[in-house]
């Protein structure tokens, strides 16, 4: 079991995070009450969902494609209310 002095930060390029750990985009972090739970439960950084200055409807179907059984390319372009 690690010890207090124990540090878990890491650097990803210039930015410096106490811990590894970064919320996925999901529907976890949908909102900015959701996101800040998270930061607040231990969450380093939070990545959010697609965000844009205007309301945005999302990009048109297909959405997904899959290229093998291992891999896929995904353009959601999610729809959102715009900042």
């Not at 930060?9 to 996925?24: A, F, T």
Request: with cysteine.
């Amino acid at each position: 079991m690690p010890n207090s002095d124990t540090s878990l930060q890491v650097k990803i390029g210039e930015i410096q995070l106490r811990n590894p750990i970064i919320l996925s985009p999901g529907p976890c972090g949908r909102s900015p009450a959701s996101m800040k739970q998270y930061a607040d439960a231990g969450c380093a950084a939070v990545c959010s969902k697609t965000l844009s200055s205007e309301p945005w409807e999302g990009n048109p179907n297909p959405k997904k494609m899959n290229l093998t059984c291992e891999w896929m390319i995904n353009a959601e372009g999610g729809p959102n209310i715009g900042i």
